[in-house]
């Protein structure tokens, strides 16, 4: 994997699990400096975090004040930007709704790490299911954090 200055994190609303992903990632000691952010593939208006999102990552140290999701947009692809989603359908999404989105650059997180099974979405669920994707998430992020740290550097 190429080295990369900016992940973007999307998922469909960017208030729960593309969040989750920013926050968790942060936690990680990387080698080089990445910015890191989330998107929402459907943002009518910014909303902040999911209650039971921000519930889960208070609980495990990660606070995101202020946080507001945003909608993805065609700069936020850039050659130096890894675009991760949760799912399959949103990488065609993706790829089909925006003409500077690289294949290359646009990978389901789980796949990218080597994971089989994608992150559900956890909305509507109780606060356990949230907890768990958390859990979920965070092993995912922790091989993402080691891949980033193994990239080569162009």
Not at 29 to 43: F, N, Q, T, W
């Amino acid at each position: 994997m190429k080295q990369y200055d900016r992940v973007l994190f999307v998922a469909e609303s960017g208030t729960c699990r593309a969040p989750m992903a920013v926050g968790i990632l942060k936690e990680q000691i990387l080698k080089h400096p990445v910015e890191v952010e989330a998107r929402g593939m459907v943002v009518l208006f910014p909303e902040p975090l999911n209650q039971k999102a921000e519930a889960v990552m208070i609980s495990n140290g990660i606070t995101m004040e202020d946080y507001m999701s945003k909608q993805l947009t065609e700069e936020d692809f850039t050659e130096n930007t890894l675009v991760l989603v949760m799912e399959q359908n949103q990488r065609e999404k993706v790829l089909e709704k925006y003409e500077n989105a690289n294949p290359e650059n646009v990978h389901v997180l789980t796949e990218l790490v080597g994971d089989e099974l994608e992150i559900l979405d956890p909305y509507g669920g109780t606060l356990q299911s949230y907890g768990l994707c958390y859990e979920t998430m965070r092993k995912t992020i922790k091989k993402l954090a080691a891949l980033l740290n193994e990239a080569e550097t162009e």
